[in-house]
Nanobody, 125 residues
């Protein structure tokens, strides 16, 4: 069974940095033909795809994070990462990783792909 597990969230102050990690099991990243993405969902908000690496090697960033966040992958570790710099209070949310996750409205109720349980990021002013 494919599974994704996020880690690295926490409570920080505005301007700080965090690095989220997501490790997959049950399949091999290098052999898969999957897109990998990071999403976030604030309380009362919708699920937003904020960064992704496509199976073809194309990068995607939401306008809200472009220039501050960087997605990367390490196939040897079956992992993807999200380096988040210059964090802002509006970045406060639950962050999720997914393989082939699509574009769900609710990150807690995805209809496709393999998802993690999320890691909380809280940014204070």
């Amino acid at each position: 069974e494919a599974r994704m597990v996020e880690s690295g969230g926490g409570s920080v102050q505005a301007g700080d940095s965090l690095r989220l990690s997501c490790t997959g099991s049950g399949f091999t990243f290098a052999d898969s033909n999957k897109d990998f993405d990071w999403y976030r969902q604030a309380p009362g908000g919708v699920c937003i795809n904020i960064a992704g690496i496509s199976r073809g090697g194309t990068f995607y960033y939401d306008a809200a994070v472009k220039g501050r966040f960087t997605i990367s992958r390490d196939d040897a570790k079956n992992s993807i990462y999200l380096q988040m710099n210059n964090l802002k209070p509006e970045d406060t949310a639950m962050y999720y990783c997914a393989a082939h996750g699509g574009w769900p409205d609710d990150c807690t109720r995805p209809t496709t792909g393999d998802w993690g349980q999320g890691t909380q990021v809280t940014v204070s002013p």
